[in-house]
């Protein structure tokens, strides 16, 4: 055993001697570097300077906290804000007045609909309010499978599925496919939910100029020739156009067969975003693809809120069963969101039984977009921006001042002149730091079936008189 040790011993002094010097200085100071660590002081001491009593009283009272937020001044507009009192049905009550109502978006009417009162009181009286729980966690009633049965049976796909909130709906879905390293191509004028869906997604994001089929194409073409430079990658990316069916910021339709077109051609999925078309459009309100008479097979997935038509609250996405029941698992507002209550559930499904056995609804509401939309033509001081078949109509300043915030408080006196001979408008209202494509400042003009034609003249009448007087 010593003579082993021995031999070791001798082998490492004959390795010594054979090393490169270069070798053994670079170890040598290695090992020195070593030994000043384990002395050195780690820290240095610094002499202390003690403070008297009067000292300290003194730095307490010169000290001042900075403030949690900023001050804000009490003449902000997020400070005045107007009361409604009741129902907001065809006519509302607004800070104690009973004014025509043009600010809600009720277009079919059903907020106040009897029909749908009663079965959302009679599913109140069976239910309650609902578990406060996900709907993988004890908070799926019997009354949610079947409002989702009735949504695919109505928009004629294979499944649908509810979320509790219309806004987490797209900004949910989007994540639930899309991931890190994917590519979405996105209309600029895209709104808020499917902004914070892409931020969710952390995938590669690529806008195109709004309603732009050229542009949005160049993009496509830019985005195959890298696929060719590197295969191997594009064979794992996945790609996805996002688009709107009617966009609540511009009033205005996507050209949804272009979008299917380039689909095909460039092996893209389709997301469509129905909040603003689902309940409008169509002859039996079922979107966009009724109005253009695309098959809705042709696109991958489509979202709505029902709380623009259908007089509920929450969203659905419907489309293939394989990609719905992806959501279920993935879809993060489905997944730790409260479930929608039974009685919204309830409510949404009388919405759709009246729209089913009156498909004439949509045709008065179409009727009553075009007669708004002429009324509003030509009012000084003012541009009208929209479609004449869109619900929610803009109306924004033809000059404006080069300050947002003045546009703003023009608007704003233009919306408060009106209300006070009792006629509700609203702000189209934005996060402005947080939007991609801040749209210009406007006043919106929502149009639903229960406005009568005395209603759009006195509402028509009041807007000129107001833009003649403020808009000098």
Not at 236 to 248: A, D, L, P
Not at 259 to 266: I, M, N
Request: charged fraction near 25%; proline fraction near 4%; aromatic fraction near 10%.
């Amino acid at each position: 055993m010593a003579s082993g040790q021995q031999w070791v011993l001798v082998e490492m002094v004959q390795a010594f001697y054979e090393a490169p010097a270069y070798h053994l200085i670079l170890e040598g100071i290695l090992i020195l570097w070593i030994i000043r660590l384990l002395f050195s002081k780690t820290y240095k001491l610094h002499e202390t300077y003690k403070l008297t009593e009067r000292e300290k009283e003194d730095l307490i009272e010169e000290w001042q906290p900075d403030l949690l937020v900023p001050l804000i001044s009490k003449d902000h507009p997020s400070l005045k804000y107007n009361i409604v009192s009741g129902p907001p049905s065809h006519k509302i009550i607004v800070n104690g007045k009973e004014c025509i109502n043009f600010a809600s978006f009720n277009f079919l009417g059903l907020l106040d609909n009897e029909r749908v009162k009663e079965k959302a009181l009679m599913s109140l009286k069976k239910y309650g309010v609902g578990t406060c729980g996900p709907r993988g966690f004890y908070g799926t009633f019997d009354v949610h499978l079947e409002l989702e049965n009735r949504l695919a049976k109505f928009m004629k796909t294979e499944e649908a599925i509810i979320y509790s909130y219309g806004f987490a709906t797209m900004a949910s879905a989007i994540p639930a496919y899309s991931k890190r390293g994917d590519m979405i191509f996105v209309d600029e004028a895209a709104c808020f939910s499917i902004q914070k869906g892409l931020q969710a997604s952390r995938s590669f994001i690529k806008y195109f100029k709004h309603n732009d089929m050229e542009d949005l194409e160049r993009l496509l073409k830019e985005q195959e020739l890298e696929d060719q430079k590197n295969p191997r990658k594009a064979r794992v990316t996945r790609k996805f156009i996002v688009v709107e069916g009617m966009y609540i910021n511009t009033a205005d339709i996507c050209p949804l067969p272009e979008l299917v077109k380039l689909k095909y051609r460039y092996k893209v999925r389709i997301f469509l975003e129905e909040s603003m078309s689902f309940g409008v459009l169509g002859e039996h309100g079922k979107g966009v693809t009724e109005h253009f008479g695309v098959n809705i097979d042709d696109i991958d997935l489509i979202s709505a809120n029902m709380e623009n038509a259908v007089a509920s609250i929450g969203g659905f996405c419907c489309g293939r069963s394989f990609v719905i029941d992806h959501q279920r698992l993935s879809g993060q507002g489905y997944c730790f969101s409260a479930s929608l209550p039974p009685m919204l559930a309830a409510a949404a499904i009388e919405a759709l039984n009246i729209m089913e056995e009156d498909p004439g609804i949509f045709i008065v509401l179409r009727e009553k977009c075009k007669h708004v939309y002429k009324a509003l033509q030509g009012i000084p001081g003012l541009k009208l921006v929209g479609e004449p078949f869109a619900p929610a109509l803009h109306l924004q300043l033809e000059k404006s001042s080069g300050s947002r915030s003045s546009d703003m408080q023009l608007l704003r006196s233009i919306v408060d002149y009106c209300l006070e001979r009792k006629v509700a408008l609203t702000l189209a209202h934005y996060l402005e730091k947080e939007e991609r494509f801040l749209t210009p400042p406007s006043i919106r003009v929502v149009v639903t079936v229960k406005q009568k034609d005395d209603d759009i003249q006195k509402t028509v009448s009041c807007i000129r008189e107001a833009a003649s007087v403020l808009l000098k």
